[in-house]
């Protein structure tokens, strides 16, 4: 089985203060990890993604991840956040190691970024 | 590209009604995912298909829901008889799978449907 664990409901931060978005993962082999980003009424926008390679993805709208395998963690961030980043934050993973394609979603993060 | 396209945006039917729901692919991706999205249970998988073919449907919640992929282009969701409880924002994503493939899926912007 595979699990996505998003630990807080809501983030909170300053415009121009960095900002990190926790997740962390559970799978029984090689994971793809994602992460998407919904605004209100919209679907979801695909953001960034680890497949192999270096630990470090970068994505739209100068977001960034870290690949930790030994803290199967995958927590995304974003040096200075803007107002317009506000929305609700997902993480999602696929078991690499088989063919399933669906994505396993975390409960998702609401970042809310203050003026 | 015009994206996934979903019909329709909003749907209010009442209990015991048939409801579809309907999903057009981006061009060339070849996986289709629905995906249904409510407060108590988040995003969850319905079922999905691979070149047409269902490959996945253990999150179909039972034997009211059924999915169909007649061609590449098109895709529908049924409900038959509807339920309140079937009230949620249903999504459709599709993806390009396979050798090459990039894995990430893209989504459409959503059905709400509400049952009364």
């Known amino acids: 089985a595979q699990s996505v664990a998003q630990p807080e409901d809501q983030v909170n931060v300053a415009e121009g203060n960095p900002l990190t978005v926790k997740c962390t993962y559970s799978v029984s082999g090689n994971p793809y990890l994602f992460w998407y980003v919904q605004y209100p009424n919209r679907g979801l926008q695909f953001l960034l993604k680890y497949i192999t390679g270096d630990n470090l993805v970068k994505g739209s709208y100068g977001f960034e991840a870290e690949f930790n395998k030994s803290q199967t963690s995958f927590h995304l961030k974003k040096p200075s956040a803007l107002v317009s980043d506000s929305a609700l934050y997902f993480c999602?993973?696929?078991?690499?190691?088989?063919?399933?394609?669906?994505?396993?979603f975390g409960s998702g993060t609401r970042l809310q970024v203050q003026p | 590209d015009a994206g996934v396209i979903q019909s329709p945006r909003h749907e209010v039917t009442e209990m015991g009604q048939e409801v579809t729901l309907r999903c057009k692919p981006i061009?060339?991706?070849?996986?289709l995912f629905w995906y249904r999205q409510t407060m108590m249970r988040g995003l969850e998988l319905l079922i999905y298909?691979?070149?047409?073919?269902?490959?996945?449907d253990s999150g179909m919640p039972e034997d009211r829901f059924s999915a169909k992929m007649p061609n590449a282009s098109f895709s529908t969701l049924k409900i038959q008889p509807s339920e309140p409880r079937d009230s949620a924002v249903y999504f459709c994503a599709s993806s390009r799978s396979g050798t090459g493939g990039a894995y990430e899926q893209y989504f459409g912007p959503g059905t709400r449907l509400t049952v009364t």
């Open positions: 061009s060339g991706h070849n996986s």
């Open positions: 298909f691979n070149n047409n073919v269902p490959i996945d």
């Open positions: 999602a993973v696929i078991l690499g190691d088989t063919g399933r394609r669906a994505l396993t």
